[in-house]
Each structure stands twice: as structure tokens, then as C-alpha cells.
């Protein structure tokens, strides 16, 4: 809903002449404040092109929303060509709802013309003659353009306008005023409302099925179909030879016959450590999918609260608000996401569900303790010699076995100038334990509190650990 001329007639019947123009200012690029300096103080004037939202208005001296300057175009080049001129005259031609504002700067005469139509609204100013200096928007057809000359529609009907009878109270500007800044924030209310109300609904289905999904993968019966698959091989493997696709074997938890898949390049046993492989790679993949869950159902939990914060928003600012935390939480995330995407190192899942990164230069060395490593995570080298950092990532709930730390201690041998040698000895300690040097020289750290594994190189194992890099 927009002004009408009578409303506009009222309003610009109270303008100030003779004030001074202290800045002119913008919120939005459809709008424009003119602030004042009159003989009983402060003043401001608002112009609203905004589709629908269109008028002109004296803004109330109780009027306590801060207005942020954007410093736009249009503000930017008045404040250049206009600040300090003195508003000598006002009016409107013929109910046109058209504000012709004029403006003395000096020895010239300038013009700002609002033109409240609806989609066809613009603000231009003009010299003395009506020639166009600048204008919001440029419309080449209507013969808007710069130095232009700008005409004054012919009115085309007499209908009259009245202001609304529920509108005039003690003061016509305020109540003008509150009643249109009523309706624009309701409006806006509403699209931020449901914008908000898209997002969160959006991530909320996104989070239920990750969940979900989750779950299914940790429920999964895979883990232990590849398990039986090996031990049913492994009970039949005298039936089984190289080069055969597939075994008919008793599988007795059913009590029926199952075919199980071969790899006709592997021997019986090979495909038997196929099926046991998968099935470690699984039981050691459910401690990752446990920790997912939990992540995922953290963040379920904030935008459950942030559905609430929503349904109890009952201004234009609770919205604000409420989108200033939903973009912390989307950058967070982003940021979050872009550091793992980023992660320094070969990534290798040992025993138990731990997961080692193995740095593949002295940089990445450094890289990998900067941002992959806590404190409490593990540091693994070989010792005197030339190698690759090892870092086992530290589990909260479950402390580090031997058997992690031999495999680890296997991977840093090999990933080495001893990698070779057919036994080892690798020191290993916390990463809060490593003293960088002053040098800065890539790679090097020098441990304390360190211990030593004496390793051999099993070389099952190695290629077991090395089929699992990421």
C-alpha cells in the first residue's frame, strides 16, 4: 500500500522551508533520508520508492530506529552536490504524486523530484530548467537518462483522494508515517520469516537424514556377512581353488545353501583375507559413523533451537538476531568443512577404529602438527634417520593399544630412509611433548618424554594398513 496525493498533500504542507540539508543518506538503494537542520532543530525527510511501500514522509522526532548509512550512489552524489543547500520550496503538481523539492545551493537552483508510482517510482535531480543532472534509475525509453529534460505528466482523471478516515488523529505526518512503517515491517517481517523458516527447515531434513542414514550404517548387516563369508571359506577352502568365481557352501546360522562371490585371480586364502578385510575396515568405520551421529545429532539439537527462536520472534529485529546466528553457525561450518577437506597427510585407519596421518614432506610435516594434530594425539619417527611424521589421532573414550602403536611404529619405519631395513627403532611421544626450534627448518621437531619400539616389518600387516589410505 502506498501514499496517496491528499496523504502527500498533508505531509509536504509541514516541510520545513529554509531548512538546511546536513547529509542526505540511504538504507536501501530504493529509499533516501534527507536530514535537516531547522530553526527549531533536527529534522528528516523520508522518500520510499519500494515497490508497494511507496510515499513521503516527515519522520517523526520519536522515531527510534537507527537508520544505517549505506552509502550508495545516489546519497554518495548528493552529499557531493548538494550538502549544505537550503529547501526554498515544496509541492506537489496537480495530485500528481509527484514531490518536486526545491533546492538553493549558492546561486543555483537545483530540483530533487520523487515520483511515487509504484514500479514506475524514481528520485531525480534536476537544474533549474528541469534538465536531468542524476537520477536512481535510468530509463532510456521514458527519455530518463542524463541530461534529459524531465516533463510533468498531464493529469489524466479528476478522481479524488482523501486521506483515510482512520488515519487522522493529532497528527496526520506521524500517523501517516507509523501506519505505512507498520505495513513495510510486517512485510518484511514475513519474507524474513519465511526465508529463515526455509533454511533451517531445509537443514533440519538434511541432518534427519544423515542421521538416519547413519544409523542404517552402523546397524548394518554387512559387517557380519563379510565375516561369515571368510569363515565359511575358510571351513571349505579345500573346495576352493584359483581361478573359480564363485562357491556353493552349508552356511549352518540358516541352515541353507549360499553362493558366495570369488576373485578369480586370487588363491582360496586371498579371497578369504578379502572378506576379513572388509569386515575390519567396517567394525573400524562404525567408531567414525559413531562419532558423525553424535555430530550430527549436536547440530540437530541447535537448529531444533533455532526453529524455536524462530516461532518466538515476534519483530523485525528477533529475525535479524536470529540470522546473525544462523550465519555464524553456516560460516563455523564452512570454515570447519574447508580445514577438513584441507587435511594435511595420507590418512591410514588402524586397529580399533585409531586413524593415523602420515605427512609426505618436511612442509607438510609442519602443516600436519599445525592443523590436523592436538596435543593429546601421538607423535611416531623413526629414529636418527630421514622419515615421515606419523600422527595417531587420540580417542577420548578408548586409550591406545599396543597393537596401534606397533602398527604406527610399522608405518613410520616404512615411510622412511630405513624403509628397507627389515626392523627398526621408532620413538614416539604426545604431540604436546615436540619442541619446535627457532630455525624453523621445515619438518623438524624435537620430542620429549619420548619412548622406543623396537619394530620388524611384518609385511601382512604393512600392505593390510597401506590398502586403507585415503
Known sequence: MSCNCAEIDAIIQNVPINSIIRSFSQSVNNELYIHLTTTTGN???????????????????????????????????????????????????????????????????????????????????????????????????????PNEKFTIPEKKNDKQFQIRKELIHDCVNDDLFYHYRNIRDNRQFSIKFSQLEKIINDELTTLNNCIANTIANINSDSLLIYKKYGDLINGEIYKVSKGMESILVYDYETDKKIIIPLDPLLTPQENALKYYDKYKKIKAGIHIWDVQLGQYQEKLSQFESFQE???????????????TLLSKKVSTQKQSNTVSKKLPGRKVLLSDGFIAYISRSSREADELLKITAKGNDYW???????????????????????????????????????????????????VKYLHKPNNNTPGLVFPTQEKNIKVKKDQKTLQNLLKTIE
Request: proline share 2%; aromatic share 10%; net charge positive.
Open 43 to 145: 529534522a528528516t525527510l523520508y522518500i520510499s520508492i519500494i515497490d508497494g511501500e511507496t510515499g513521503f514522509f516527515i519522520v517523526p522526532l520519536n522515531y527510534s530506529k537507527k537508520m544505517i548509512d549505506a552509502k550508495l550512489k545516489l546519497s554518495s552524489m548528493l552529499n557531493s552536490k548538494l550538502k549544505g543547500g537550503r529547501i526554498i520550496d515544496i509541492s506537489q503538481p496537480e495530485g500528481s504524486r509527484i514531490v518536486i523539492i526545491g533546492i538553493q545551493l549558492f546561486d543555483t537552483y537545483y530540483r530533487l523530484i520523487a515520483r511515487l508510482w509504484g514500479t514506475g517510482s524514481n528520485i531525480l535531480i534536476t537544474d533549474s530548467d528541469y534538465t536531468i543532472i542524476e537520477l536512481l534509475k535510468r530509463y532510456p525509453n521514458r527519455g530518463e537518462w
Open 309 to 323: 527462536k524462530l516461532t518466538a520472534s515476534k519483530t523485525f529485529d528477533d529475525l535479524i538476531k536470529l540470522e
Open 380 to 430: 611416531f619417527h623413526i629414529r636418527d634417520n630421514n622419515g615421515s611424521h606419523v600422527v595417531v589421532k587420540n580417542r577420548q573414550t578408548i586409550e591406545i593399544t599396543d597393537k596401534v602403536k606397533l602398527e604406527a611404529a610399522m608405518l613410520a619405519l616404512h615411510y622412511s630412509k630405513s624403509k628397507d631395513e627389515l626392523s627398526g627403532d621408532i620413538y614416539f611421544t604426545r
